[in-house]
């Protein structure tokens, strides 16, 4: 049985459909990319999956829990995190911080009343999220404010906020976007370490580059609808495709 | 009771709704356009009421009716100007703080000049005497009131219908980084509208002051309800603050009716209600803010 | 401020409480010394109370009330009452406000947290001016309408009357555990996810925190802190004005909050003490007290907008860069001038609508 399984979700927005009965499975420990042009439904879609939008029709079943009338929060504590287009991490806080509330997350779950629990305590968890930044790159300033990062920190930062929850399913929104050619490839290096984890992962992607020697399956959206999906082979001789991204990226 | 009176306390109802409305309508302009909660709009509507005060009783209440919201649309300019403008990028919290601080200096300087007691702000005598409207005798200053802010509020929905201002202000209502994509001047349209939203607190002052009494702190006192017609009507929206308006001041009104001990309670008690049903108001929808 | 905070040993933490302490007890007796009177002590750590319990709301999860006037005033009124009516009990009488204060605080959170930004700040200010005009009229058999609770006798502690010195030493007790916890729950793992809420909502959320639940927390412990300070001030007063309810009381702890510094605890408590120190001053001297103390708020928001600590803060980088800029100049017998390593603001600004 897939790990996730979207049936059918259909979300309109005053007009626009931006994801017409959208079919997905993805299975445990692949890793699933979903690319299609601009303005597709991609990030949409994740919406949908991390509970942040709710579908008009549809559904989605992650290892067995139905998850559209879940709020975001109890999605990710079933195991699902996500980093989103445009970094989404804590500014104010510092680096260790930042990783700090995931691991507090992850041991207390959603909410726990522990008004005075001494710093202390946690030396355990605090060197956990120490070794979580050292995993994604970020070993130096770990008590400086995480908006002093450059943009790509900022987004292995996100990173190592999510990989601290230990999700089972990962969702990455454009994780090399905006990203020079050295940024984009340590990235790409430090993806496929966590897939030597069996972590399953679905990412979007502009970067073909970055999409075919990642991924072991292609979903493709095209006007918020499925356009093809199979094995990176296929889809890269699949006419439907081609058309999509005619004038767009080459394949 | 007979249907009279109940209607006469309607009418009521619909005066104390007709100043809730002008201020409200002002609030949501401005929050609407410029994205600033403005705490300072109860001190403009009582430097309106002052104003309207001094001016009418040196030199005739018509002139007041006039020079007051144009005064009113100066000294909203210049608090644009002056201050507001600086705290567009700033967050909401000192935005709020700010227009907060103002509200505080400038009922403390209408004290230091005018004193704390209560001003009689009469209006004209002719328009005290009740006259006979068919249900029963109603004291044509209410009836005035409520003509003069239908007036304004068709003027105004004109105004943003037919003008270019009125279009830019619409946009900037519905999507304010449009505006800055459109690469319209921004800048001067912010300063209009707060200007015109002072304006509009200028004429609740004016109309409105020989009704609510003035002293310094009429204006927080008109203000809370004003902000919960705003929220109640959905905060952004133009009919919903008229609807909201209304409804406020039947309310009140009818409180007065059936039992007065809760006629200031029974604004916060109708809001609670309606937002309890209708976390977004009236006629909001998500996205607006927060 | 608060990273600091959170690193301090416990050593360093008794050190900094003994230190409180002194400074609490000493407060009565400095105070004629420089232009108050020894009551001014009192009152100036009851609303320093008020302010640190406000930060944990306001200054950690940047949701600004202007409605704790409301928690304030019940606590009072509950204590008040009690006082009236029933036993000089003084822990009796703070326990009866702060629960009421507590209780009504978690469910206005309830309905007011649902909303951001400006919507909360309105929604707060408007459900405290129902608290207001409902003790005016409605329920003036109980709260004595525009005359407030008159007449409520000195208050016991053990059989001590509670009067002057002994109401301080009171009062001084209940600050220094208010403080106590305030700094146990910035350095806890509470602490932590209030200032991710203000840092980034959608963030935390995607998380797996419920942050509603936290916000209603930190907004129960305030109005909790609130409830606790009203009751200590109607110990105090013997005497509950209905202005304990009105805004101008949820006006004055943001004045006293924005003065000291929000999200630093400490600052929130020097703000109070400093606008009840310059009103005791300058009303002496002035009838505009409330107009300078306006214009001195509007001077803190516009330019310095987190309060006298980060005044002190920036006044000690800058000396810091002198001197560092000093010995580096000695050091290679130049004068460049070098930027030192960058600080940290100390305020935490976010986006929030
Ligand atoms: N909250 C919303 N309200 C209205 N329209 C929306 C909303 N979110 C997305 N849309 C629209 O839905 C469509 C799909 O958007 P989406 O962000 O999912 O595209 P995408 O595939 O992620 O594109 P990109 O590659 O640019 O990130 C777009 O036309 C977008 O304008
Ligand atoms: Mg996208």
Redesign the interface.
């Known amino acids: 049985m897939a790990l996730l399984d979207v049936g059918g979700v259909t979300k309109r927005f005053a007009g626009l459909t931006a994801l017409d009965n959208v079919d997905l499975k993805v299975e445990a420990g692949s890793v699933h990319s979903i690319i299609g042009p601009n303005g597709a439904g991609k990030s949409t879609l994740l919406n949908v999956l ?1 509970g ?1 939008i709710k579908p008009d029709r549809g559904s989605v079943v992650f290892d067995g829990h139905g998850l559209v009338p879940l ?3 109890e999605i ?2 079933l195991g699902v ?2 980093v ?1 287009q445009s970094p ?7 680096l260790l ?1 930042n990783v ?3 691991t ?3 041991r ?12 202390s305590r ?1 030396g355990e968890l605090r060197q956990f999220a120490e070794e979580v930044l050292v995993d994604v790159g970020l070993e130096e300033h770990l ?3 995480a908006k ?1 990062l450059s943009r790509g920190d900022k987004r292995r930062l ?1 990173l190592a ?2 990989l601290a ?1 230990r999700p089972r399913l990962l969702l990455l929104d454009e994780p090399t976007a905006g990203m020079s050619q050295t940024e984009t490839h340590s990235t790409v290096e430090l993806l496929r370490k966590i897939s030597a984890t069996g972590m399953t992962k679905i990412i979007i992607e502009h970067d073909m580059e970055v999409v075919f020697s990642l991924s072991s399956r292609i979903t493709v959206l095209h006007q918020g609808r499925v356009i093809a999906d199979g094995p990176p082979a296929q889809i890269r001789e699949d006419e439907a495709v081609q058309e999509a991204y005619l004038g767009g990226v080459h394949l | 009771m007979d249907i009279g009176s109940l209607a006469l306390q309607l009418l009521t109802g619909l005066q104390i709704g007709a100043i809730y409305v002008l201020i409200a309508l002002g609030l949501t302009l401005i929050f609407g356009t410029l994205g600033v909660a403005n705490f300072a709009h109860g001190a403009l509507f009582v430097i309106g009421g002052y104003l309207g005060w001094l001016i009418s009783s040196t030199t005739g209440y018509w002139a007041a009716f006039i020079l007051v919201p144009l005064i009113l649309f100066g000294i909203g300019v210049i608090l644009e100007r002056g201050l507001i403008q600086f705290f567009y990028r700033r967050p909401v919290t000192d935005q709020i703080l700010v227009t907060f601080g103002l509200a505080l200096v400038i009922q403390e300087i209408l004290r230091w000049i005018f004193g704390g007691s209560t001003k009689p702000f009469p209006p004209p005598t002719w328009a005290l005497i009740p006259v006979d409207i068919g249900i029963g005798y109603y004291p044509p200053w209410r009836l005035i009131i409520v003509a003069v802010t239908i007036a304004i509020v068709v003027l105004l929905f004109l105004l943003l219908r037919y003008t270019r201002f009125g279009l830019v202000v619409r946009a900037g209502m519905h999507d304010p980084e449009m505006l800055r994509f459109l690469g319209i001047n921004v800048t001067a349209r912010f300063t209009l509208v707060f200007g015109f939203g002072a304006l509009l607190a200028g004429i609740a002052g004016v109309i409105g002051g020989p009704t609510t009494a003035i002293y310094p702190e009429v204006g927080m006192a008109m203000l809370v309800p004003s902000f919960l017609v705003v929220v109640i009507g959905g905060m952004g929206s133009l009919p919903g603050a008229i609807i909201a308006g209304i409804l406020m001041g039947e309310a009140v009104s009818l409180a007065v009716l059936l039992y007065p001990p809760i006629s200031q309670v029974i604004v916060y008690i109708v809001a609670a209600v309606i937002l309890l049903w209708r976390p977004r108001g009236l006629f909001g929808h998500k996205g607006v803010m927060g | 401020m608060i990273a600091q905070l959170r690193n301090a040993s416990p050593r360093r933490e008794a050190v900094f409480m003994a230190v409180a302490a002194v400074i609490l007890i000493a407060l009565p007796w400095i105070m004629p010394y420089i232009g108050g009177y020894r009551e001014l002590a009192t009152r100036i750590l009851i609303w320093g109370i008020f302010a640190l319990g406000f930060d944990i709301l306001v200054g950690f999860t940047g949701y600004l009330s202007f409605g704790h006037a409301a928690f304030w005033g019940i606590g009072a009124y509950c204590s008040g009452y009690y006082l009236l009516h029933a036993n000089a009990n003084a822990l009796v009488a703070i326990l009866i406000g702060v629960a009421v204060a507590t209780a009504v605080a978690i469910l206005l959170g309830y309905l007011t947290l649902r909303r951001h930004g400006i919507y909360f700040a309105i929604l707060t200010l408007a459900f405290a001016e129902m608290f207001y005009y409902a003790a005016l009229a409605p329920l003036q058999d109980w709260t004595g309408g525009d005359n407030g609770l008159t007449g409520i006798r000195t208050p016991e502690l053990f059989g001590v009357k509670l009067d002057g010195d002994e109401m301080h030493y009171f009062v001084a007790a209940w600050t220094l555990l208010a403080i106590y916890f305030a700094r146990r729950i910035a350095r806890s793992p509470f602490g932590l996810m209030l200032r991710a809420i203000k840092s980034n909502e959608t963030r935390l959320q995607s998380t797996g925190v419920n942050v509603y639940r936290y916000k209603v927390t930190a907004f129960a412990i305030s109005g909790l802190y609130a409830g606790l300070a009203g009751t200590l001030y109607a110990l105090y007063e013997t005497y509950v004005p209905t202005e304990s309810l009105h805004w101008t009381t949820s006006g004055e702890v943001v004045i006293m909050s924005v003065i000291g510094g929000f999200g630093t605890l400490i600052g929130p408590m020097i703000g109070a003490g400093i606008v009840l120190y310059l009103e005791n001053v300058l009303s002496a001297s002035t009838e505009q007290w409330l107009l300078i103390q306006g214009l001195i708020f509007m001077f803190f928001v516009i330019f310095l907008p987190g309060g006298v600590m980060e005044g002190l803060q920036r006044l000690a980088d800058w000396g810091r860069k002198r001197h560092e800029s000093a010995t580096e100049a000695e050091a290679r017998g130049a004068a460049p001038k070098g930027a030192s390593a960058p600080t940290a603001p100390l305020r935490q600004r976010s986006q929030k609508g």
């Open positions: 991390t942040s709020q975001p929060y990710n504590q995190a996500r989103f989404e991490i804590f500014p104010e806080l510092s911080d700090m509330v995931a507090f997350a992850a207390d779950g959603s909410y726990k009343l522990n008004l005075f629990e001494h710093p946690a008590t400086m404010p002093h996100e906020v999510c929850h």
